[in-house]
T-cell receptor
Framework: NAGVTQTPKFRVLKTGQSMTLLCAQD?????MYWYRQDPGMGLRLIHY???????AKGEVPDGYNVSRLKKQNFLLGLESAAPSQTSVYFC?????????????FGPGTRLTVT | AQSVAQPEDQVNVAEGNPLTVKCTYS??????LFWYVQYPNRGLQFLLK??????LVKGSYGFEAEFNKSQTSFHLKKPSALVSDSALYFC?????????????FGQGTTLQVKP
């Protein structure tokens, strides 16, 4: 049982390049989330999904897109990276019916945009 | 608006002493409250949660938290700190405005335990 995994662990992009971050969970969780963590700002929700085929905007969605084609996977895309998107990105998942809204987190992806 | 506040950016304690990391919240309704810990270069790990029942909640690694409804607080405590407890701690509350499982996180408190 791997829990929540994220790919890649590190990435350096040039301004304007695109990339996709992959999150996978093997706990059959219905809900999935993407956060970014910046110094002094805690965790901020980018996008989330309450089920396969559904996505919704969080607190800071601009510049990002997401897709949830399969229940176990949640992809975060950056179409045209900007230095302001330099951050650590965390994926999380939860199953409110089983765990009372406790979220399980992945190990993070450290992204630098130059 | 719903919110969580961690009033201290950093807490310093000596090893063996009791520690408290403070958290206050503001929600409309009965709160679901959580504490997470983040070690350097790692993801967040769940420590404990309060949903209902006993106001004193026990969690992982000897941590506990006390829910106080009148003071809208959920402080994290440990009777005897270890150097290995040094980490970043987040308090969170469930967003009650929607049924999406979203959590609202505090800014985090860095705990430094010195030998």
């Amino acid at each position: 049982n791997a829990g929540v995994t994220q790919t890649p662990k590190f990435r350096v992009l040039k301004t304007g390049q695109s990339m996709t971050l992959l999150c996978a969970q093997d706990m059959n969780h219905e809900y999935m989330y993407w956060y970014r963590q910046d110094p002094g700002m805690g965790l901020r929700l980018i996008h989330y999904s309450v089920g396969e085929g559904t996505t919704a905007k969080g607190e800071v969605p601009d510049g990002y897109n997401v897709s949830r084609l399969k229940k176990q996977n949640f992809l975060l895309g950056l179409e045209s990276a900007a230095p302001s998107q330099t951050s650590v990105y965390f994926c999380a998942s939860s199953s409110p019916s089983r765990d009372g809204y406790e979220q399980y987190f992945g190990p993070g992806t450290r992204l630098t945009v130059t | 608006a719903q919110s969580v506040a961690q009033p201290e950016d950093q807490v310093n304690v000596a090893e063996g002493n009791p520690l408290t990391v403070k958290c206050t919240y503001s929600v409309s309704g009965n709160p679901y409250l959580f504490w997470y810990v983040q070690y350097p270069n790692r993801g967040l790990q769940f420590l404990l949660k309060y949903i209902t029942g006993d106001n004193l909640v026990k969690g992982s690694y000897g941590f506990e938290a006390e829910f106080n409804k009148s003071q809208t607080s959920f402080h994290l405590k440990k009777p005897s700190a270890l150097v290995s407890d040094s980490a970043l701690y987040f308090c969170a509350v469930r967003d009650l405005s929607s049924n999406t499982g979203k959590l609202i996180f505090g800014q985090g408190t860095t705990l430094q335990v010195k030998p």
